[in-house]
């Protein structure tokens, strides 16, 4: 009967990356951190979508984050700007 | 919102896009991509996007954010389109669905490896988002788009359910199978660790 009310790891996953969307009920929050604290994979599992969460987040746009080098050519220039403004126009 | 009227005015004058945001974007695209024509493509398809999506911009973010956003959906979708029809050589097909990570028993099949977080490396960001594209591009489209307009664009899973038309379930297993793909994508690609952790 205890295993009925024990979330397995595939289910720990799930919750935990859930629990990224949305705030979980009070007893599977529960459920959770007691699984995390018995389980080092889940617990890892819950440490790297966070940490990729984190990574994608600070690897936002920031000038410095790529090569300065390369602008739009003269010519790539006045291709986008016409096709915007037909664009803008059209619409 | 922080954003700066001059900001403001900037986003809602399409004419003044492609100086005020060109080169940022089409470097970005660059050096993703390595061909000058694709990039420039990429940038007038991000341009294009952007004007058709316009009223869809709200404050929710600066127009960098908002135009890079708009650019690492088609970066990816350009990817994609590249990929299905090349061999991938750079990186190793993770060919596990999400199932395959777990015995019947629900319990660890592949488990997850210890990370080695270099602090150097976590900032060669360039390298990093080159690999979470990548990761991104192999992904289906729809489970792409999910985690893309959740974690890039910081949408809330009603939006999205709103604009992917799909019920709130639906989205949660949708993010759960992103990222438990791109979590072993880069612990296959980025941190090395191919096998993930045995016995």
Redesign the interface.
Known sequence: MIEHWMF????V??KV??S???RLPLFQRLMIRMHLMMCR??A??HR??L???E?????????N?????????PD??A???Q???S??AG? | MNRSKAEEAYILNPETWVDRYGDYLYRFALSRVKDPGVAEDLVQETFLAALRGLQNFKQRSSGHTWLTAILKHKIVDFLRKKHREQVIEDIETVSESTDGFFKNSGSWRIRPAKWDINPAKIFEQQEFMDVLLKCLAQLPERLARAFMLREMEGLSTEEICKSMQISATNSWVMLYRARTYLRRCLEINWFDKPTGEVE
Request: glycine share 2%.
């Open positions: 397995n790891c595939k289910e996953s799930l990356s859930e990224l969307d949305r994979y889940c890892r599992f790297q979508i940490l990729i969460r990574l994608v987040r600070y690897t936002q746009p920031m000038e984050t790529f090569n300065k080098s390369g602008t739009l050519p790539a220039r291709r986008l700007k096709t915007l403004k664009a803008s619409s």
